[in-house]
């Protein structure tokens, strides 16, 4: 008899080290109906015992990663070919498993009102399982963004929301169904209201491709704000009368009921490992890790497409055609939260939590993502001390074998055909 209860299976994931409260310990995981379970109300309130048992190997269990910032990958660009974003999204979503991401946000940079229309609609929340990742909503980093701090974004493209507030978001966008998050620049008339009221209607709203000052973001912040898009870049230099945006991490103008998150790409060319760990240190609670990928990760250097903007990738580095631009990664999440580690000489908890606790607060999520709490979510992955990816599950079902799966991957040959291959991770 499985329960007294409940006829569904149990099962107990022993001889393992898992991440509960900001700490490593020696604890078996139980799991049951896609859930983690509390083990004491199953053996003393149900007089049930585990179905199956899996032996972890002394790995540790983690919680899965958690993704807010991904443009593509495998050849596939969220922001462009709309007729195609469904079939790339099955592709990113399961491939990003080889890297232990379990939940992730597809990221729409700056594109026209049109080309928002045909693509939002597309892209669905939609829970995890065999075929891929958790896709948790939308992240749109512009078009409302700075001329001067636009990065890899097209400058025809950008819009200000300064003379029709909210409406110009709306009319932009067409429907902010299935938005997680936006990034905006603050710095422009009108803020206040647009933030309000897209944080009034579920957005998270980021920070980001911004010239704004200390006091505007302050401003921001205290209007609903409580994002940094890839911090460091992007955005206005460090500065000691004016630490602009990067300032929040330490602002004390800052709600006593909001908290503050900034993302980080830590692939070790965005940000100098100093830079890492002024933040860290500065702010531990609110690093949020992102790999900030495009199309060309999981592909070999070449010229690739970032939405409208060709990338040329040299040596891991990605940059708009022609210039010296930074415009996106090609990390991998499980990399990111390795080199981390390495920059900041910060614990393994640490580290984790960077990509899952933190991501999930931040979004309001973690009644059921980013922990290993009974009743949450059993999206978990299996690492070592060196913090490589060997197993991961999604609803306790073992979705991606470190031994024995591959990834597919979409190319374009020479005369723009799409080439399908699978590949070794």
């Known amino acids: 008899m499985t329960s007294t209860t409940s006829k569904l299976p149990v099962t107990k994931f022993k001889n393992c080290r898992i991440l509960v409260n900001h700490k490593i310990i020696r604890e078996d995981l139980w799991v049951r109906d896609g859930k983690i379970i509390n083990p004491e109300k199953l053996f003393y309130s149900e007089k049930g015992h585990a179905d199956k048992e899996v032996d972890c190997g002394n790995c540790i269990i983690s919680p899965g990663y958690i993704d807010t910032q991904i443009n593509g990958g495998f050849g596939v660009d969220f922001s462009s070919d709309a007729h195609k974003v469904k079939d790339g999204l099955l592709l990113v979503a399961r491939n990003i498993l080889s890297h232990g991401v379990t939940s992730y946000c597809p990221t729409v940079i700056t594109s026209t009102p049109e080309t928002y229309k045909e693509i939002i609609p597309e892209i669905k929340k939609q829970e995890g399982g065999p075929h891929g990742a958790s896709v948790l909503g939308i992240h749109l980093e512009g078009p409302f963004i700075s001329e001067e701090k636009k990065g890899a974004h097209p400058i025809d493209l950008i819009k200000t929301y300064e003379d029709n507030g909210f409406k110009e978001v709306m009319d932009t966008y067409s429907t902010l169904e299935n938005v997680a998050i936006i990034t905006l620049a603050p710095e422009f008339g009108n803020a206040d209201v647009v933030i309000e009221e897209l944080t009034r209607k579920g957005v998270v709203v980021s920070l980001g491709h911004s010239e704004a000052n200390l006091e505007e973001a302050e401003e921001a912040v205290q209007h609903g704000a409580r994002f940094i898009t890839h911090l460091f870049n992007a955005m206005g230099p460090f500065h000691h009368r004016d630490p602009g945006i990067v300032g929040l991490l330490t602002s004390d103008n800052i709600p006593s009921d909001q908290e503050i998150f900034y993302g980080m790409i830590a692939d070790g060319i965005h940000t100098n490992p100093a830079a890492l760990r002024i933040a860290h240190r500065s702010h531990p609670d609110g690093m949020v890790l992102v790999t900030d990928a495009m199309a060309a990760m999981g592909l070999p250097s070449g010229r690739h497409q970032l939405g409208s903007v060709a990338v040329d990738v040299v040596h891991r580095r990605a940059s708009v055609a022609g210039t010296t631009t930074l415009s996106g990664s090609i990390a991998t999440m499980d990399d990111c939260v390795r080199h981390f580690k390495e920059a900041t000489r910060c614990t393994i908890e640490q580290a984790l939590e960077a990509a ?56 374009r040959s020479e005369d723009d055909e799409e080439i399908e291959y699978a590949r070794d991770v």
């Open 356 to 411: 899952t606790l933190h991501p999930a607060q931040m979004l309001r999520i973690t009644d059921r993502k980013g922990t290993l709490e009974y009743d949450t979510d059993a999206d978990f992955i299996f690492v070592d001390d060196d913090l490589n990816v060997s197993y991961t599950y999604i609803a306790g079902e073992l979705v991606w074998d470190n031994s024995k799966d591959k990834i597919e991957v979409i190319q």
